[in-house]
């Protein structure tokens, strides 16, 4: 699953927490850092020369290009980029519970057969467990085939999560919670009686519970991924956190497992299911570690781009807590088909899980819709005079080549009082060392005055501030080379927020710097 750079200061040269000697090591080592001829025809990338959606924190190096084909996609699995270990560590798994799943349903030896109600509940979980990994794999592998699928491909790795969570909620619900001391009123009404004193019949608020235990889980399952969708856009600063709690919210319906340890001798009447169950949400926490706090690569920034970095330990983590998981489940369910009670219904188990699927559907379609990269598609053309609080500007016709022999210039205005901040998020002109030929020059102001720097190749700078409430963007381009041109964002901006105005210190940077 993808994690976002936070927002980069004016004038920053690397990624948070990133030092320069780690910034210049990382374009030393890396073969896309060289300029070497013998690299490779698609060579890999560093951080400031991919947009700021592909940008992960503390990874300075391994991308891809934008955009790749559904072939060189495939083929970088086995290639070193830092998405191929974040794909084999799910891809693996993926095979590995396929394989479980299968024996569980074709090979096990039971009288059951795999359509029989009974393991209704199975079959959703099953198919929340592989449409996780699955899913989590397709995004690692395609998520530079475009911005728009991007986009697409980790919304619905959100959305396939919170499938899963609900999922295994459904088989929690009929093969786990009626062996619970804990949710049969003939044990504890005597026992609260005993332990509290109170003479209360808990046959009411043990029905209450098993009636909404399902409803309130998928709403959660819903919000959840609303929420994690929601962390890619700009309002979230700490993205990986969010995401890291709204998932940990589902877990709740797991509750009334802990209690029962706490409460009864859950290790002595279900040993199988305390170790695995406690074993679980220790890998759990641990992959909630890494998540969170982006070691080891934030010690080292640059050291872990290919291997070992955390979202890496992430992924097996969360591996090891499924498989306990499986494990207690298809002991759960042993035990469920030893002295089954009512089968479960269609609709109570599939059924549910179906209208999963469809709301969590148009959530995805309404993010799509809502997506800067996605729905708002603005012509771009050669200048033009732009105000308001915030808006973008591109080279003509982008993200298609720029044409050549062009002029263009863009006069950016915002309030009165405010200041203006412009970040690229993509830039691909011809290279140069000194920028003699395809070139974006920006402007302090709205004449050719005060330079605040230019820029070719593929480098990105950080925040551009003006001091006043206006900037000047110009493009020019020659007769030769062209590229896919340039997209930058403006803003408008309290003077005090942004400080004085920026200016790049060395004005001109060449490809591959």
């Known amino acids: 699953m993808p994690r976002r750079l936070q927002p980069r200061s004016a004038g920053t040269k690397g990624p948070p927490g990133m030092t320069a000697a780690a910034s210049e090591a990382a374009s030393r080592s890396h073969p896309s850092a060289s300029g070497d001829p013998a690299a490779s025809a698609k060579p890999l990338l560093r951080w400031d020369e991919v947009p700021d959606d592909f940008v992960e924190c503390f990874i300075l190096s391994g991308y891809r290009r934008l955009p790749c084909t559904a072939q060189e996609c495939l083929a970088s699995v086995l290639k070193p980029t830092n998405e191929t270990l974040n794909f084999w560590t799910h891809f693996i798994p993926l095979l590995l519970f396929l394989s479980k799943f299968c024996r569980l349903f074709f090979l096990s030896g039971r009288d059951v057969p795999f359509h ?30 475009s911005l728009r699928l991007r986009a697409a491909f980790f919304y619905l790795d959100y959305a396939s999560i919170s499938y899963y969570g609900f999922g295994s909620t459904v088989a929690y619900y009929y093969y786990l919670l009626p062996g619970l001391s804990l949710l049969d009123a003939r044990v504890m009404t005597p026992y609260v009686q005993q332990r509290l004193g109170w003479h209360v019949d808990c046959t009411g608020l043990i029905a209450a519970y098993r009636a909404l235990v399902l409803p309130v889980a998928f709403v959660l399952a819903v919000a959840c991924t609303v929420a994690c969708c929601k962390s890619r856009t700009d309002w979230c600063s700490y993205p990986f956190a969010l995401r890291t ?8 319906m797991a509750c009334p497992i802990m209690l029962e340890s706490w409460l009864f001798d859950l290790r002595g009447e279900n040993p199988t299911l ?8 220790f890998w759990l926490v641990v992959a909630a570690f890494f998540n969170v706090s982006k070691i080891p690569e934030r010690i080292q920034p640059g050291l872990f781009d290919i291997i070992g970095h955390s979202h890496q330990l992430f992924h097996i983590f969360t591996f090891l807590s499924i498989y306990d998981q499986v494990y207690y489940v298809e002991e759960g369910l042993r035990q469920f088909l030893k002295a089954p009670p009512d089968a479960p219904t269609f609709c109570g188990t599939v059924g549910y899980m179906l209208l999963l699927v469809i709301c969590l559907g148009l959530v995805i379609k309404k993010f799509l819709n809502n997506s800067e990269f996605c729905s708002k598609k603005p012509v771009f053309t050669c200048g033009g005079i732009l105000t308001g609080e915030s808006g973008f500007i591109g080279s003509e016709g982008f993200p298609g080549v720029y044409p050549p022999n062009s002029k263009c210039t863009w006069k950016i205005t915002v309030p009165e009082g405010k200041v203006v901040v412009l970040n690229f998020r993509f830039i691909d002109l011809e290279s140069d060392n000194l920028c003699r ?21 593929t480098f990105r700078p950080g925040a551009l501030v003006s001091s006043g409430n206006k900037m000047m963007v110009q493009m020019i381009s020659d007769a030769n080379t062209a590229g896919n041109g340039f997209m930058a964002m403006f803003t408008a901006a309290e003077p005090n927020e942004r400080g004085t105005v920026s200016t790049i210190t060395t004005i001109i940077r060449p490809q591959n710097y």
């Open 274 to 281: 305390f170790v695995h169950f406690y074993r679980r949400y």
């Open 245 to 252: 709690f709204v998932f940990v919210m589902p877990l709740s």
């Open 116 to 145: 029989h109600p009974w393991l209704l509940p199975l079959w959703c979980y099953a198919s929340g467990v592989l449409l996780t990994f699955a899913m989590s794999c397709t995004a690692h592998v395609f998520s530079c085939l």
């Open 437 to 457: 030929y395809d070139f974006v020059d920006v402007y302090n102001g709205h004449a050719n005055g005060q330079r605040i720097g230019r820029f070719c190749g």
